[in-house]
Structure formats: structure tokens, C-alpha cells
């Protein structure tokens, strides 16, 4: 008992026979940061078929991956159902001289079912005004609405998802003025654009307000066939949805003629580094896929016993996986998949995987690791894979098709981890 603690969090136990639900305070083992108490653990191969033969050749590769992302649809990240979508968007604003006259800023608010009385998302894009063809873009979601991104007054203040006090219920409403530019700081847009990209964001909340009943407020009552009955257990969750919307941000950029839709690189941070990831998975027309710090759920081995767990997650953010996930809160090793599967479906397009070295919540050495375990799938397909199967030391970017690096500091997206995204999308984009 001595290392359990009385996690905060409640879990409700519903005891049917009684017909009543009982809330019970959960016990959870405290997080280990110890490397020598992280266990052995095995992790699946991802070249061995569920029903037990060996890949050993490109055209059977296809046959396992569908298989492993039927996986991964089916225990953790839930369905996203096959919408035959057709987006319709309008421009809102345009500024021609943006970021000093280095780019076009657009404002666009997409109707994600074509419908203008249906869902809707805001894509914020800033398009370098040098340019002689359509130019790569990094596309990614923000958390505090596009308005957060620079300090730019002309940006529209959007509705955002905001709770009164820290236990108060979720309200939307139209974001004040002093938090413009609030995330400018991980966006040095004059910086990407500088080097010939594009940037697109659009804000997370759009697509599912992050809390646990979300998913009312979220996209899939609208967009599910489904509509409003309750989730199975392998359907879409928050993650799924937030999936979903960048798949959407793609569709804009493959009707843009400014863009070019060939050449997107998809990044995301924390949890909206897990969706990148997933996103990759499901749709191959992004090209490149970064995952920042994306921990537990995102790039970091699972079967780790370091830092966060799948109990921990799906105790603590119900809501971002999908229900079968929880089966696996107290047996890991069952799970049929392991995140450097993950990893594995977005071979043998370039992905990168980034870890901060004070953000042992998210198990820098997992996530590497994790990298290293999806080596075999890129070299299958013919790629130079992850060039190195040692962990590199701080501020030692590996660059091959699958990259890495670890800095100094803690959880965030610093100037030195897009210097290094750039430097590996400029490499694998020429
Ligand atoms: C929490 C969560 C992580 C997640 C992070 C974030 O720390 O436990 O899994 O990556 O939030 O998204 O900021």
C-alpha cells in the first residue's frame, strides 16, 4: 500500500444489481520515474499478422496495416465513421501584408457538412507572399482559439469554450481581447513563413470542447450516422473528432490552389500531438507527421511503466480515447497494440517525434524507444529508417525518415523544436 495513493480522481462504479451508482475513490499507483522499476515488458511485433505469419515483403505490408489500424480503432482511438463530407467554407478577412508584408493572412470559416446551419470550424492561414508555386504547409490545431496564435489585432476574436471557475461547467463564448497572442510565443510564424511555408491552424474547441461531456457540444452528433445516441465502446471519442477536423483543414488545402496539398506537414503538442499522430494514421495524404511531447496515447510506449499510464489517461481525460480503451487500465500487456505500432502507420511518410527532457510525464525515453520499435516497418518499406538505435543525447537531432531529438527544458514548443521541424521538412520535402 505504500506507494498507492488516493487518486483525486473519482471513478463511478455502477452497481447494477442494486441498480444504483456508487462513486468510489480510485487507487492508483503513484507515476514511477525510476528506471530500474519500469519492468520488463514485450512489446507486439508489428510484422506478425494477428493470425501469426511474417511480413516480409512490401505488397503484404498493406494487408497488416489495415489490420493494425483496425487495431487501434477497435481498442484505443475508437471509429471515425466514413462521412462522405463535403465542406463549403467562406473568407472572413484577408490582410495582404501580414507578419511585416512577409505573408497573406486569411480568415475562413469552413461549414463542415457543406451546410451553413451545420458545424463549422475557423481556419486561420498565413500564405508567404514570396513565393513561385504552391508552398508546403505546417498545419496544426491550437488550444486557445486562432486568435491566440499572434497578437495581431485584426484577428477575429472567435468563440471559445471557457469555464467560470475550476469546477464550473464548460460555456462558450466570444474570447476577450487580453488573450490574443496567449500562445504567439509557440507560433513564430514570421520564422516558418520566412523559410517558404505556409502555416494553417484552426482552434481544437471547434471540432470537441475538451472536457469530459464534450462530446455533446463536439461534431459527432452532426456529422455521425449515428447523431445523437450514446457512443459504442469502439467509437470515435475526442481525439477521433479532433482527427477528423484536420482531415477537414485538408480538404480546404487540397482545393487552395496557393497550397501545396502534397506537402503538409502535420504537428501537434501534448494531446494534440496524440491526434497528429492518429490523424496521420488514418488519412495518408498528410505527408509528414510531428508529434511534440505527445506522452501516453501520442508517440510513448505504453507497456512503459514510466510517467503517465493508460489508467492514469482514461481516468483522468475519459474523453479522448475511446471506451474499449479502458479494458486495458490495469493490463497493459493485453492490449493487442503498442504505440510504436502507431508509429508504424504513417510509414513510410517522414515522422517526427520530439521529447523535452524535464517532461517525464510524458517518458522522453518511451517515446524514443517507441521510435526505434517502429525502425523495422521503414525499413521494410525501403526507408533509411531511425538512423540511430541508441537514444541521443540533448540537442541531438536524428533526421532520417523517422527523426527525433531531445532538448533541455520542460513541456512546451520552443524556437528550438520548430527549427528542428523545419529542418526536417525542408530535408524531406526536397
Ligand atoms: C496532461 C495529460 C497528457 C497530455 C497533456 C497535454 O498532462 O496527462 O497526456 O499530453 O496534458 O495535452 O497538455
Redesign the pocket.
Known amino acids: 500500500m505504500k506507494n498507492l495513493k488516493i487518486a483525486e480522481t473519482l471513478i463511478t462504479a455502477a452497481f447494477c444489481c442494486l441498480g444504483l451508482t456508487v462513486v468510489v475513490p480510485a487507487q492508483q499507483p503513484e507515476a514511477n520515474y525510476d528506471e530500474a522499476k519500469v519492468g520488463r515488458y514485450t512489446l507486439p511485433d508489428p510484422l506478425i499478422t494477428n493470425s501469426g505469419k511474417r511480413v516480409t515483403d512490401k505488397r503484404d505490408w498493406r494487408q497488416r496495416r489495415s489490420e493494425i489500424l483496425q487495431l487501434f480503432e477497435t481498442h484505443v482511438y475508437g471509429r471515425i465513421p466514413k462521412t462522405s463530407t463535403r465542406i463549403n467554407w467562406e473568407v472572413t478577412s484577408t490582410d495582404a501584408g501580414a507578419l511585416k508584408g512577409l505573408a497573406t493572412r486569411r480568415e475562413m470559416t469552413v461549414f463542415l457538412t457543406g451546410a451553413k446551419d451545420g458545424p463549422r470550424m475557423n481556419l486561420l492561414l498565413y500564405v508567404p507572399n514570396k513565393r513561385t508555386g504552391p508552398v508546403p504547409v505546417f498545419l496544426g490545431m491550437n488550444f486557445v482559439g486562432n486568435h491566440g496564435i499572434s497578437s495581431d489585432p485584426s484577428i477575429t476574436l472567435p468563440i471559445v469554450w471557457l469555464r467560470e471557475s475550476r469546477d464550473g461547467a464548460y460555456v462558450s463564448r466570444r474570447a476577450t481581447e487580453d488573450s490574443r497572442g496567449s500562445a504567439s510565443r509557440r507560433w513564430p510564424l514570421e520564422k516558418i513563413v520566412s523559410r517558404g511555408y505556409a502555416v494553417m491552424t484552426l482552434y481544437y474547441g471547434d471540432i470537441f470542447p475538451d472536457h469530459k461531456d464534450g462530446w455533446k457540444n463536439s461534431i459527432i452528433p452532426a456529422v455521425s450516422p449515428k447523431g445523437n445516441a450514446a457512443p459504442a465502446p469502439d467509437d470515435w471519442n475526442a481525439i477521433g473528432a479532433w482527427s477528423w477536423g484536420l482531415s477537414r483543414a485538408m480538404d480546404y488545402i487540397e482545393k487552395d490552389n496557393a497550397l501545396n496539398a502534397k506537402r503538409v506537414a502535420l504537428l501537434g503538442h ?3 500531438g ?1 491526434t497528429s499522430l492518429w490523424a496521420g494514421a488514418v488519412d495518408e495524404r498528410f505527408a509528414i507527421v510531428i508529434a511534440n511531447e ?5 508517440a510513448a510506449l505504453s507497456r512503459r511503466n514510466f510517467g ?1 499510464t493508460v489508467e ?2 482514461n481516468t ?2 475519459p474523453h479522448w480515447f475511446c471506451g474499449n480503451y479502458k479494458k486495458y487500465n490495469r493490463d497493459v500487456a493485453s492490449l493487442p497494440v503498442d504505440q510504436h505500432m502507431l508509429i508504424a502507420l504513417i510509414a513510410p511518410r517522414p515522422v517526427y517525434i520530439a521529447s523535452a527532457a524535464e517532461d517525464l ?2 517518458d522522453p525515453r518511451g517515446e524514443y524507444l517507441s521510435a526505434l520499435a517502429a525502425d523495422p516497418v521503414y525499413r521494410l518499406l525501403g526507408t533509411d529508417g531511425l538512423a540511430k538505435s541508441e537514444m541521443p543525447g540533448l540537442h541531438q537531432p536524428i533526421t532520417s525518415t523517422i527523426g527525433y531529438h531531445i532538448r533541455a527544458g520542460k ?1 512546451d514548443v520552443t524556437d528550438y523544436d520548430w527549427e528542428q521541424f523545419m529542418n526536417f521538412t525542408d530535408r524531406h520535402f526536397k
Open positions: 501534448s494531446r494534440l496524440k505527445s506522452g501516453e496515447g501520442g503517465e492514469r489517461i483522468s481525460f510525464w510524458a513541456h
